[in-house]
């Protein structure tokens, strides 16, 4: 089973933007793999 997430982000907030976005992304990539993980079929 193949589990694709896809999509944009992007922080309008000067010199901090782009920290933001890896933090958020980092995060975000984070909390699926631990709700991918907790469907049965999906786990692996």
Same mark, same amino acid.
């Given at each position: 089973?193949?589990?694709?997430?896809?999509?944009?982000?992007?922080?309008?907030?000067?010199i901090?933007? @782009?920290?933001v976005? @890896?933090v %958020?992304?980092?995060?975000?990539?984070?909390? %699926?793999?631990?709700?991918?993980?907790? %469907?049965?079929?999906?786990?692996?």
């Amino acid at each position: 089973t193949v589990v694709v997430v896809d999509g944009e982000l992007k922080v309008h907030v000067p010199i901090v933007g @782009r920290s933001v976005e @890896r933090v %958020i992304v980092s995060d975000l990539r984070a909390y %699926i793999a631990d709700e991918v993980s907790s %469907i049965p079929d999906l786990a692996r």
